[in-house]
């Protein structure tokens, strides 16, 4: 049995500004598992506008929304599409399904989770995502090598309270790094 010697499980994909795929342009990705089989994280700067979560919950039940602006929806990713996955900080468990990620952090896939959103009994802080990231084995493990990504911390309040817009910068820095700084063109020293 072979172990993975690179876990990123709990930490965030800061993108590079060279980044060749538009959908991942400035993106600031949550991986919520790493392991040998491949990753799966969720993309939690790129918000889908004009869409509440009125609108998916009028999708998929007959629970109405208290506040309906009580969570935004984001865009988690280009796989799953029609998937609705929650970030949440550990406070809330569902009835169903909840995994508990690391440092507070929570993903729960789960209807009962937005219904009890809706209803004012969700978790504290929490995003929506439709569809997610996924890496096969390997591939993310080549894209940092081809320095696609810069990798850093989870922090609550970067990922749940501050804009989408000021994500990107708020993660570099965290790093130490001045954004304006880094370059478009890949390289090795």
């Avoid at 991986?31 to 998929?60: E, F, Q, T």
Wanted: aromatic fraction near 6%.
């Amino acid at each position: 049995m072979t172990t993975h010697a690179l876990d990123l499980t709990g930490k965030l994909l800061v993108a590079m500004p060279g980044m060749s795929d538009p959908r991942f342009s400035h993106a600031v990705i949550y991986i919520a598992a790493h392991s040998a089989d491949g990753a799966m994280g969720l993309i939690v700067n790129k918000p889908a506008r004009g869409m509440s979560l009125a609108d998916v919950l009028d999708h998929l039940s007959d629970e109405k929304v208290s506040d309906a602006s009580a969570l935004g929806v984001h865009i988690g990713g280009p796989v799953e599409t029609e998937r609705g996955f929650v970030l949440h900080s550990d406070d809330y468990q569902s009835a169903m399904q909840t995994l508990g990620v690391a440092d507070g952090f929570a993903l729960t896939a789960t209807l009962d989770i937005l219904e009890d959103i809706a209803a004012g009994k969700g978790p504290g802080k929490a995003q929506l995502m439709l569809g997610y990231a996924g890496w096969g084995p390997d591939q993310l493990e080549t894209e940092l090598g081809m320095n696609g990504w810069l990798t850093c911390d989870a922090d609550m309040s970067l990922v749940f309270d501050l804009a989408d817009r000021d994500k990107w910068a708020a993660a570099v820095k965290s790093l130490g790094v001045d954004p304006t700084g880094l370059s478009a063109v890949a390289g090795h020293a």
